[in-house]
């Protein structure tokens, strides 16, 4: 089965829905058992069969093997945000006394998980160039549990070597993890890549109309009973409604992936050829220094980029930015609308320098008509060169 039918058909099966196309939402807490032995057995059995609702229930369980069908291997725990699939891992791999390699363009929110929460249990984070590939086998140490990658690079969008890096990890039996929420498995898939973990805030692309918070961590299957126990005595399990919004936005993953990757690419080529701009982020761009391997490793792009401008005031960058009429000011990416959010990568580094010369914005091209959008960007650029001009008189 290809990808894109594999979207429309995973994780339902109408027979066992009275015929219902979806699979109905379940909302449960109590799961009422016949009798003490299938009291007993429902609660020895629970890693495959929920037996009380913050273990799951047949919506989540619907989504977790849809997203593991299109992940192509492991099984998949939903969890109630990103920012939970990525604290589940760290959190079931890592002890006192144990090591972690981290990535230094990681998405920023996860610097705070491990200098506090990681940093108190008495775990050491290193973290590392995202542009040393396979150099990442000098870091690792007897105590080393977890490497962990994001790509591209969070902010900045550059593209390390996934695959070099997994395989270092995999070669000194160390555990590997990639936050794929930028590509999502249908443009990027990581098991394919050496990867051993997934991590997804489904938050953006998967349900895809920026009104539900939702994560999806997969895992090998003989690691999973260590992961979900984990989840499990930390509370984490994602709402019904969110659930299904999850399977909702995987039906139409590919159609909304597509356009936001042809009005990505639409919008940055733009951006880059403009005077007010020094430099697009966006490995999807043919002179992007991470092209070759964005080319190599993944089947797309999606719509989120960053815009380096010339060394503008940051008033100018305010008139620019607040008159914009489609742009709407937000973190979070992957709805239908565009955004722009002004970036300071240059305050989440530490083993690398970022020092562009100039403001950073992130621009998420939505699906509205890109006519409209740069005609928009157009406007905002009048805002920013006459505000300049005034500034300097
Ligand atoms: C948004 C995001 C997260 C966190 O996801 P939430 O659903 O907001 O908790 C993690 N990683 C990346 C790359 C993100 O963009």
């Known amino acids: 089965m290809?990808?894109?039918?594999?979207?429309?058909?995973?994780?339902?099966?109408?027979?066992?829905?009275?015929?219902?196309?979806?699979?109905?939402?379940?909302?449960?807490?109590?799961?009422?058992?016949?009798?003490?032995?299938?009291?007993e057995s429902a609660y020895e059995n629970r890693f495959e069969e929920p037996p009380y609702g913050r273990f799951g229930t047949p919506t989540t369980t619907a989504l977790e093997e849809a997203v593991a069908a299109l992940e192509g291997g492991g099984r998949t725990i939903a969890l109630p945000s990103g920012k939970a699939a990525v604290a589940v891992p760290l959190m079931a791999t890592l002890g006192a006394g144990d090591h972690l390699l981290m990535i230094d363009t990681v998405y920023q929110p996860v610097r705070e998980l491990c200098g506090v929460l990681l940093?108190?249990?008495?775990?050491?984070?290193?973290?590392?160039?995202?542009?040393?590939?396979?150099?990442?086998?000098?870091?690792?140490?007897?105590?080393?549990?977890?490497?962990?990658?994001?790509?591209?690079?969070?902010?900045?969008?550059?593209?390390?070597?996934?695959?070099?890096?997994?395989?270092?990890?995999?070669?000194r039996g160390v555990l590997s993890a990639h936050d794929n929420t930028w590509a999502t498995p249908y443009y990027f898939k990581p098991f394919e890549?050496?990867?051993?973990?997934?991590?997804?805030?489904?938050?953006?692309?998967?349900?895809?109309?920026?009104?539900?918070?939702?994560?999806?961590?997969?895992?090998?299957?003989?690691?999973?009973?260590?992961?979900?126990?984990?989840?499990?005595?930390?509370?984490?399990?994602?709402?019904?409604?969110?659930?299904?919004?999850?399977?909702?936005?995987?039906?139409?993953?590919?159609?909304?992936?597509?356009?936001h990757q042809e009005h990505g690419r639409r919008l940055a080529g733009w951006l880059a050829g403009r005077p007010e701009v020094q430099r697009v982020l966006y490995p999807a761009l043919e002179d992007d220094p991470g092209h070759a391997i964005w080319r190599r490793d993944f089947a797309g792009a999606s719509g989120l980029f960053s815009v380096v401008l010339?060394?503008?005031?940051?008033?100018?960058?305010?008139?620019?930015?607040?008159?914009?009429?489609?742009?709407?000011?937000?973190?979070?990416?992957?709805?239908?609308?565009?955004?722009?959010?002004?970036v300071s990568p240059e305050k989440y580094r530490s083993a690398t320098n970022w020092a562009p010369g100039g403001p950073t914005l992130r621009f998420h091209a939505g699906l509205e008509d890109p006519d409209d959008l740069i005609a928009d960007l157009e406007r905002g650029f009048e805002r920013l060169t006459a505000s300049a001009e005034r500034a300097a008189e």
């Open 310 to 342: 010339r060394d503008y005031p940051k008033a100018a960058v305010a008139a620019m930015i607040d008159g914009y009429e489609h742009f709407a000011i937000g973190a979070s990416f992957g709805g239908f609308e565009s955004l722009v959010l002004p």
């Open 2 to 39: 290809k990808i894109d039918t594999l979207l429309t058909r995973a994780g339902r099966d109408p027979a066992r829905q009275n015929g219902a196309v979806n699979p109905p939402v379940y909302r449960y807490s109590t799961v009422v058992h016949p009798s003490m032995a299938a009291l």
């Open 119 to 171: 940093a108190g249990k008495g775990v050491e984070t290193t973290y590392f160039d995202p542009m040393i590939g396979a150099g990442i086998a000098d870091l690792i140490r007897p105590e080393t549990r977890l490497v962990y990658m994001e790509s591209p690079g969070s902010l900045t969008f550059e593209m390390p070597d996934v695959p070099a890096m997994a395989a270092a990890a995999r070669a």
């Open 193 to 259: 890549h050496g990867v051993d973990i997934s991590i997804i805030s489904a938050t953006k692309y998967i349900c895809g109309h920026a009104d539900a918070m939702l994560g999806l961590l997969t895992v090998p299957i003989d690691e999973y009973r260590r992961f979900k126990s984990v989840a499990n005595m930390l509370g984490y399990c994602p709402g019904a409604s969110e659930a299904d919004l999850g399977l909702r936005g995987l039906r139409t993953l590919s159609v909304r992936l597509a356009r």
